[in-house]
């Protein structure tokens, strides 16, 4: 089966900091990567959409210049968080989509970034 | 708007049988997927339907009413390791996942 992974697996930093996670397809080609946040006891909430080559497609009040996203290549998909505070302090998971060869369009996740922000 | 519908908390016995509805209202629809989701990790696949009807797969089955934009998901002869929370997701007109808050699941001896 497709697998993607994520990495950091969870990191610690200080208020003020920058940290990259980064999203790798292992097995597949990923046109679309998909970028989550998910609180403690709620739903995932989609940041932004990650198309290779191109500018990413942030939701609604996910701020863009906080939340950098980077789609270099099919295989790979960087979120960085720019000058992290407490409440950006969350679990970031990241999704792919291989249409090749698929009957539908399921997204396959990472294992998710555990964030803490002192 | 677009919203998926699901109870927040089902409790059930091991070895029981346990329904976990859900309902949606969205903007297209591509298909309805049910992700598994233990604490503290990713979300793993379970089903996908796109016609109405039964789909089975082992101990769980997953049942689509499109046009009572309902489903659920069926969990049979429960194991203790099946207490995780259960997500219903659609697909809407622009293949953008909508997400159901999730059902969390409590399997008791």
């Known amino acids: 089966g497709a697998v993607v992974s994520q990495h950091p697996s969870w990191v610690i930093c200080k208020s003020g900091t920058s940290v990259k996670i980064e999203c790798r397809s292992l097995?597949?080609?990923?046109?679309?990567m998909f970028w989550y946040r998910q609180f403690p006891k709620q739903s995932l909430m989609l940041m932004a959409t990650?198309?290779?080559?191109?500018?990413?497609?942030?939701e609604q009040g996910v701020e863009k210049d906080k939340f950098l996203i980077n789609h270099a290549s099919l295989t790979l998909s960087t979120l960085t968080v720019t000058s992290a505070h407490p409440e950006d302090s969350s679990f970031y998971i990241c999704?792919?989509?291989?249409?090749?060869?698929?009957?539908?369009?399921?997204?396959?996740f990472g294992p998710g970034t555990r964030l803490t922000v002192l | 708007g677009q919203n998926i519908d699901q109870p927040t908390e089902m409790t059930a016995t091991e070895g029981a049988i346990v329904q976990i509805n859900c309902t949606y209202q969205?903007?297209?629809?591509?298909?309805l997927f049910w992700y598994q989701q233990h604490a503290g990790e990713a979300p793993t696949f379970l089903s996908y339907?796109?016609l109405d009807g039964l789909e089975e797969k082992g101990r769980f089955s997953s049942f689509l009413s499109r046009s009572k934009g309902y489903s659920y998901l069926l969990l049979k002869e429960l194991q203790m390791k099946d207490s995780a929370s259960y997500l219903c997701?659609?697909?809407?007109?622009?293949?953008?996942?909508?997400w159901g808050a999730g059902t969390k699941l409590i399997i008791k001896p």
């Open positions: 999704s792919a989509r291989d249409l090749s060869g698929r009957e539908y369009n399921e997204q396959f």
């Open positions: 097995d597949f080609q990923a046109t679309t």
């Open positions: 990650s198309n290779e080559g191109s500018k990413a497609t942030y």
């Open positions: 969205t903007s297209g629809f591509n298909g």
């Open positions: 339907n796109v």
């Open positions: 997701a659609v697909m809407d007109s622009n293949y953008q996942l909508i």
